[in-house]
């Protein structure tokens, strides 16, 4: 499911922009160049996971739409665009228990990575999305992602990776491994194991802080850090 984020947003061009970019980036948006059409869902279904307001509009300014989305959605995540570059506006924002704060006109990729900072923060993670460093691990789907590419893994692979996720910052014997993922002990599976664990080494080498440390005769030492 896409996120939905609510915009509003009076300036045409500028709003019109916004969607755009914010649907290239796989987001679903609902424009709103009128507030008051917002004020009308807030008692009915609001199906959103952000918002996103200007706060120079006509009839309703965005502080004070900001108000009665919070007396109604009560920690529901917010964002400011404005004009002004002001000490005042941001204080203001803030206050009101704003996530934050860009001033326009904004850069679209700066805008988008507040955007998934913020829903990083709000909301949790789903059961198939887990957080190793800077990389994602999508259960469902066998994805590990990370900024500078993703990978497929195999059912084995991931597998694997849960188990060493699940012994976290700990010693995991290979015996131990072996019987609970292969569900056999012997001279060939341990040799499978030494490549799968080559694999995943590989896999996390963009991220120096994540470690699959081997202990001759023992079996590894993991250390992943996650949210």
Same mark, same amino acid.
């Given at each position: 499911?896409?996120?939905?984020? =609510? ?27 009128? &507030? ?5 869902? #807030? ?9 996103? +307001? ?27 665009? /404005? ?21 326009? &006109?904004?850069?679209?990729?700066? =805008? ?8 990083? !923060? ?24 990370? &900024?500078?590419?993703?990978?497929? =893994? /195999?059912?084995?692979? *991931? *597998?694997?990776?849960?188990? #060493? ?8 014997? !290979? ?17 499978? +194991?030494?490549?799968?664990?080559? !694999?995943? !080494? ?26």
């Amino acid at each position: 499911m896409k996120t939905k984020i =609510l915009l509003a947003e009076d300036d045409p061009d500028f709003g019109m922009i916004l969607k755009q970019y914010l649907e290239l980036e796989d987001f679903e948006v609902e424009w709103f160049q009128n &507030p008051e059409q917002i004020v009308e869902l #807030l008692n009915a279904d609001f199906p959103f996971h952000l918002g996103i +307001l200007d706060i120079m509009m006509p009839v309703i300014d965005g502080f004070s739409l900001a108000k009665m989305i919070l007396k109604e959605k009560n920690n529901f995540p917010l964002l400011f665009l /404005t004009a002004k570059n002001q000490k005042i506006d941001r204080l203001m924002g803030l206050k009101l228990g704003a996530d934050d704060y860009i001033a326009k &006109p904004c850069d679209p990729e700066e =805008l988008v990575l507040r955007i998934r900072n913020i829903l990083r !923060r709000t909301q949790p993670a789903t059961a198939s999305q887990i957080r190793i460093g800077e990389y994602e691990l999508d259960t469902e789907k066998l994805l590990l992602s990370h &900024p500078a590419g993703n990978i497929r =893994l /195999t059912i084995r692979e *991931q *597998q694997l990776l849960l188990y #060493l996720l699940k012994h976290n910052h700990s010693m995991i014997k !290979r015996d131990d491994i072996l019987d609970n993922i292969w569900e056999t002990n012997d001279y060939f599976t341990g040799r499978s +194991l030494d490549v799968f664990i080559s !694999r995943l !080494r590989k896999y996390f080498m963009n991220d120096p802080k994540i470690k699959i440390q081997s202990l001759r005769g023992i079996g590894f030492e993991v250390a992943f850090p996650t949210d």
